[in-house]
């Protein structure tokens, strides 16, 4: 029942964040997605106790024609992800509270019908559930970077990213309605279109591993489909670049850790090399398309890819390592990508211009702002101690169990993350300071909130993730578990 | 004392702690006890810890779980034997000193109180590297040095061309970590461990090495790379000397007593693996050899105090790589020992003349300093016979025991390790001369500003070139003196030399005449004929020109690797990505909206698309359904 809750409070506050004029909707976002993080916690506290309760799980029929069910279920994974998607909406909500934000009504409702989406996507156990979910997520994030996008192409570039993710998930429907048409019991439950999956023969299985796959590539986006994601990061406004970013590319990620691994084992056993080179080959790809880049929000857009390719490698890799670092990085990606992209916020409010080459000097003029800044950037870069570490760490041992050459060339990511990371915090922080950057003040009491949060997360969940590896590796077995019999004949 | 020892690296970490957050409000003085209080502490704590460590102890102690995912289990835990525990005294005593220099070193600078926080939290993660129990906690403390190494180097960071220096020592250290995660990863892979403890790594990889010779090859040969990075070896050394760029006291510490010798102590540590991987242990000798002379010819022309100690590190770490290479582990921590003491004080000692010098580094400049600066040039002259192998000081001993081992596993080595000694008395006594001795070559300016520097400074100098001269005892060969050395005991390495004690005596009789030989030279041609290098490259021949270029290493690694990284990056950008990839993405596209204009009255606009979508996808159910 109280998952519901945690689905309903943000539809209900979206509704009424409508009705309410001007400032208020902004209060009312911030009161409701605290309130979801209180409800989450209490959630987390439920789940601890006892993983079988209850109050966790939903499951009435819905359209029972189609056997499709309203079926919530909590997994340690997706409480995770859950977990992330009720801590970054608030900050991305308090990040947001000192601009002017045409028509906040609006504004803030989409983001908590967004955060409603994000929830049930997380949640659902049902596959067609799980695609309404999805689809409803696309949405609202699709106004806000259409309505308060900041570029004179952004009918343009929303279309595509709306048809380009649209054109993928279509796929991915295809690929539940087969599993669902050939499972033993005919309702969507996870566990019955697995069994569905299992008992295809390998090429079919190939067949739906590569249409869901293309739409969870899209999603993230792994190379090449990823053409979509840095114009669309580059011109939204930052908020739906934060919701894009932190919370809304893992459901790609989850998909296919959840909804396509433990599907199809044989069709991974098949392509899933392909589908990492791939990867693979994108994490490079990215990261030497970051070095190049000039804007800075640019840079931060094509590191993401980069980060995302080495996540969708470890997932494919499907063993205790690779899921578990998966899952951690998704988490680590999230909160990190929300300050970097904050940071380029404040940047460009206060220079007027994202261009690397016009900044400089500025940790001059703000040390405080350059030091929240360099420990941001020390968690993109996965210094051990920070949450990019455990997660990457694990995802290149669990490439590596999978294919040594494949995980060397993508451990690549931590000396080119680093050439793109430094020479970028060396051309807009370092150096003298300029006209650009002379008059770059104080930051705003919500800016210095965000950022301190995020910094706090970096360093404490880098040095002690455990109480969030309790919650994954159980799950991450379960999943492995689950497939043992498809694949050891 | 030895369940406290987690507080060794947790102190200087509270030090960087309450630095990092009293920032600017703390006063200069509050700052520098903090700051060195915690180092002195830990120093306080690694002596019981010492006084109480017996030969082949080994003690775990355990904080907490830290990474655990399947097979694999991480602990966050120290481990305390005779290695680490020399380790812990290098690194807090000659830590300390430093810290205290630095007090009045960094006296005038608006940035000590950060100077500080960073210096701090470098001995923090300097000490977890070497008591981490598990390779991934040594690799915890290998970047994060890294990671200060990179702050201090950038310390001035309005200056451009220091900033490329600390990047520069990132990315290459980097690389090098690239290999040892991988050499890491491979371990954990193959034998299912990473810890130290008994029934850890070790004991595995030994009943396992022999149906796994080319994964320990490959261990070996990775965790070398590794080592190459922060050690700045052929062919990862050239951040070096630039990460002169730093302040003084930060070169002494981090870039020649403590940090770029993480290397030598990674691989001691791991000697188990090593024993199983002769190939990774001829290539770790042969590169260390290369190194050694490849630096030291460098060092020959270079007319910069800093850049020239710089080159002699790289070369000195050589040495100690050509130690281990040749099964000489005990020699080479003795050398890391011996040289922490000696070439901090030559940097702690290039500090002092740079200070009196109102900033100068040119030894050009420079000369006819010895009375001047009296306290600094007596220091720096035993810090040079130190690191010259005059006899009975310390770096003597330590490099003897070098070239003892190098003779036995190969006469070739050896020949090329006494021409590698012969290079540095000659660099180490020409810097030497060119500095103290002959006619005062400065501005008159800086000429009236000359003056010996603070007790602050000048008392770790003295008690450092005590140490220089006497750390050599803890080591005296035993064909000297009768079962005398020390740290072989103490460290408990089972290397037997088979040399007979003849052949040992003249081995070391051959090296003190070259050495001497090497001194007579340079002492004829700066000391008494006074020469003075020239000011610019115009009349060198050109093996001086490509030496004194630095063997154009900078400018090759810039044209083979950092501009064709760009250059691909550039056109895979411009062509790849905006042409190829989105090209066909926007091609589907537009041949969509073409088929879409065709079908114009079912669509308004883009939410139409959408629900157009959605019907399409019932179609499909009802398809499927039907099939």
């Known amino acids: 029942m109280i998952t519901a809750l945690l689905i309903g409070l943000p539809l209900l506050a979206g509704l009424l964040a409508l009705f309410v004029k001007g400032e208020g909707a902004k209060k009312v976002a911030l009161g409701a997605a605290l309130l979801e993080l209180v409800l989450s916690f209490a959630v987390l506290y439920l789940f601890k106790k006892d993983p079988q309760n209850e109050q966790l799980f939903i499951n009435t029929p819905w359209i029972q024609h189609f056997g499709i069910h309203f079926h919530l279920q909590l997994s340690g994974i997706g409480l995770c992800l859950v977990l992330l998607t009720t801590v970054l909406t608030p900050l991305i909500i308090i990040s947001s509270y000192s601009r002017e934000i045409k028509n906040p009504s609006l504004f803030y409702s989409l983001v908590l019908f967004m955060q409603m989406a994000l929830v049930g996507v997380f949640l659902a156990h049902d596959g067609f559930l799980f695609y309404i979910f999805w689809e409803l997520a696309l949405i609202p994030i699709w106004f806000i970077c259409l309505m308060w996008g900041e570029s004179k192409n952004n009918s343009k570039i929303t279309f595509k990213f709306f048809i380009y993710t649209l054109f993928g998930s279509l796929f991915m429907l295809a690929g539940l309605i087969y599993l669902y048409y050939h499972s033993p019991e005919r309702n969507w439950s996870w566990e019955n279109l697995q069994a569905g999956g299992m008992s295809l023969p390998e090429a079919k299985q190939g067949l739906v591993f590569w249409a869901m796959f293309l739409a969870f590539a899209v999603k993230m986006p792994v190379f090449p489909f990823h053409t979509w994601q840095p114009d669309t990061y580059t011109s939204s406004p930052t908020t739906g670049t934060m919701l894009l970013s932190g919370i809304m590319l893992k459901m790609g990620t989850f998909g296919l850790l959840f909804w396509l691994m433990p599907m199809v084992p044989l069709g991974i056993a098949k392509w899933g090399s392909t589908a990492i080179g791939l990867s693979v080959v994108g994490i490079v790809y990215a990261s030497c398309m970051a070095i190049v880049q000039k804007d800075l929000k640019r840079l931060i857009a094509y590191s993401s890819i980069a980060h995302i390719g080495l996540i969708a490698a470890g997932i494919l890799a499907f063993n205790a390592q690779g899921l578990q670092g998966a899952v951690m990085q998704m988490l680590a990606h999230g909160i990190n990508v929300v300050g970097l992209f904050l940071i380029v916020d404040i940047i460009s409010r206060q220079t007027g211009t994202r261009e690397i080459a016009k900044l400089g000097g500025i940790r001059n003029v703000n040390p405080r702002f350059a030091m929240l800044y360099l420990i941001v950037l020390l968690g993109a870069v996965a210094l051990p101690l920070t949450n990019g570490f455990v997660g990457e760490f694990l995802l290149i041992s669990g490439v590596y169990k999978f294919n040594a050459w494949m995980s060397a060339f993508a451990g690549l990511t931590i000396i080119l993350g680093a050439v793109y990371m430094l020479r970028s915090y060396q051309g807009v922080m370092l150096g003298e300071t300029n006209n650009v950057t002379a008059s770059f003040g104080a930051l705003k009491t919500n800016e210095t909130i965000v950022l301190f949060v995020v910094a706090a997360l970096i360093i404490g969940l880098g040095v002690y993730p455990k109480p969030l590896m309790d919650l994954i590796g159980p799950d991450v077995q379960e999943l492995l578990n689950s497939v043992k019999p498809a694949v050891t004949p | 004392m030895i369940q406290y020892s987690w507080l060794i690296p947790l102190l200087p970490l509270f030090g960087f702690i309450l630095l990092g957050l009293g920032g600017k409000k703390l006063s200069k003085g509050l700052a520098g006890i903090i700051g060195c209080g915690s180092v002195l502490a830990a120093f306080a704590l690694s002596v019981g810890v010492f006084m109480q460590l017996h030969e082949g102890d080994k003690h775990i102690v355990k904080m907490f779980d830290w990474i655990v995912a399947g097979d694999l289990h991480l602990d966050l835990s120290f481990i305390i034997d005779p290695l680490t525990s020399i380790f812990l005294l290098i690194i807090t005593g000659v830590g300390f000193l430093i810290h205290v220099y630095s007090t009045g070193y960094m006296k005038e600078d608006e940035g000590f109180n950060r100077f500080f926080t960073y210096l701090n939290l470098f001995v923090f993660f300097m000490l977890l590297l070497v008591m981490g129990s598990n390779y991934v906690v040594m690799f915890v403390g290998w970047e994060g040095v890294g990671l200060c190494s990179y702050l201090l180097i950038g310390f001035w960071f309005k200056n451009t061309e220091y900033n490329k220096a600390a990047n520069k020592a990132f990315i290459m250290n980097?690389?090098?970590?690239?290999?040892?995660?991988?050499?890491?990863?491979?371990?954990?892979?193959?034998?299912?461990?990473?810890?130290?403890?008994?029934?850890?790594?070790?004991?595995?990889?030994?009943?396992?090495?022999?149906?796994?010779?080319?994964?320990?090859?490959?261990?070996?040969?990775?965790?070398?790379?590794?080592?190459?990075?922060?050690?700045?070896?052929?062919?990862?050394?050239?951040?070096?000397?630039?990460?002169?760029?730093?302040?003084?006291?930060?070169?002494?510490?981090?870039?020649?007593?403590?940090?770029?010798?993480?290397?030598?102590?990674?691989?001691?540590?791991?000697?188990?693996?090593?024993?199983?991987?002769?190939?990774?242990?001829?290539?770790?000798?042969?590169?260390?050899?290369?190194?050694?002379?490849?630096?030291?010819?460098?060092?020959?022309?270079?007319?910069?105090?800093?850049?020239?100690?710089?080159?002699?590190?790289?070369?000195?770490?050589?040495?100690?790589?050509?130690?281990?290479?040749?099964?000489?582990?005990?020699?080479?921590?003795?050398?890391?020992?011996?040289?922490?003491?000696?070439?901090?004080?030559?940097?702690?000692?290039?500090?002092?003349?740079?200070?009196?010098?109102?900033?100068?580094?040119?030894?050009?400049?420079?000369?006819?300093?010895?009375?001047?600066?009296?306290?600094?040039?007596?220091?720096?002259?035993?810090?040079?016979?130190?690191?010259?192998?005059?006899?009975?000081?310390?770096?003597?001993?330590?490099?003897?025991?070098?070239?003892?081992?190098?003779?036995?596993?190969?006469?070739?080595?050896?020949?090329?390790?006494?021409?590698?000694?012969?290079?540095?008395?000659?660099?180490?006594?020409?810097?030497?001369?060119?500095?103290?001795?002959?006619?005062?070559?400065?501005?008159?300016?800086?000429?009236?500003?000359?003056?010996?520097?603070?007790?602050?400074?000048?008392?770790?100098?003295?008690?450092?070139?005590?140490?220089?001269?006497?750390?050599?005892?803890?080591?005296?060969?035993?064909?000297?003196?009768?079962?005398?050395?020390?740290?072989?005991?103490?460290?408990?390495?089972?290397?037997?030399?088979?040399?007979?004690?003849?052949?040992?005596?003249?081995?070391?009789?051959?090296a003190i005449v070259a050495g001497l030989s090497a001194i007579a030279l340079a002492w004829t041609v700066f000391g008494k004929n006074k020469t003075v290098p020239a000011d610019d490259e115009k009349g060198f021949n050109s093996v001086q020109k490509l030496v004194y270029n630095k063997y154009y290493v900078d400018e090759i690694y810039d044209k083979l690797i950092r501009k064709p990284l760009d250059f691909i990056s550039d056109i895979g950008y411009r062509v790849v990505e905006l042409q190829i990839v989105d090209g066909v993405v926007n091609g589907i596209g537009t041949g969509v909206k073409w088929i879409g204009s065709v079908a114009r009255y079912v669509q308004s606009g883009s939410v139409g698309f959408y629900v157009l979508a959605m019907v399409l996808s019932v179609i499909v159910i009802a398809m499927v359904k039907l099939w």
Not at chain 2, 312 to 317: A, E, I, K
Not at chain 2, 396 to 408: M, R
């Open chain 2, 174 to 510: 980097r690389i090098g970590d690239l290999g040892f995660l991988l050499g890491i990863i491979l371990l954990f892979v193959t034998f299912g461990s990473l810890s130290f403890e008994d029934g850890g790594i070790f004991d595995k990889a030994s009943s396992l090495a022999r149906d796994n010779k080319g994964v320990m090859e490959a261990v070996g040969i990775l965790l070398f790379i590794g080592a190459c990075g922060k050690s700045a070896q052929i062919p990862l050394f050239t951040w070096l000397p630039d990460a002169m760029a730093g302040p003084t006291p930060v070169s002494a510490l981090i870039h020649a007593a403590t940090m770029v010798t993480a290397g030598i102590y990674m691989i001691a540590r791991s000697q188990v693996l090593y024993s199983f991987a002769p190939m990774a242990l001829e290539i770790v000798a042969v590169i260390g050899l290369l190194t050694a002379l490849f630096a030291a010819t460098i060092g020959l022309l270079q007319n910069d105090i800093k850049k020239v100690l710089a080159y002699s590190t790289v070369s000195q770490l050589g040495f100690m790589f050509l130690a281990l290479g040749v099964g000489a582990t005990t020699g080479a921590v003795f050398h890391v020992t011996t040289h922490a003491f000696f070439k901090a004080l030559l940097f702690l000692g290039a500090g002092s003349v740079i200070h009196a010098m109102s900033g100068e580094q040119d030894i050009r400049r420079m000369g006819g300093l010895a009375k001047k600066i009296p306290i600094t040039h007596i220091t720096f002259l035993i810090g040079t016979m130190a690191i010259a192998g005059i006899p009975f000081l310390s770096g003597f001993f330590s490099k003897d025991e070098i070239l003892a081992y190098t003779y036995e596993r190969s006469q070739v080595y050896w020949i090329a390790g006494v021409l590698g000694s012969m290079l540095t008395a000659f660099y180490m006594f020409r810097l030497y001369f060119l500095t103290f001795r002959g006619k005062f070559r400065g501005t008159h300016e800086q000429e009236h500003h000359l003056h010996e520097s603070p007790a602050s400074m000048t008392i770790p100098l003295v008690i450092l070139a005590i140490l220089a001269v006497g750390a050599g005892y803890i080591g005296i060969p035993g064909f000297v003196l009768h079962d005398s050395h020390w740290l072989h005991h103490y460290l408990g390495y089972r290397e037997i030399i088979t040399l007979s004690h003849e052949k040992e005596w003249i081995i070391m009789g051959i």
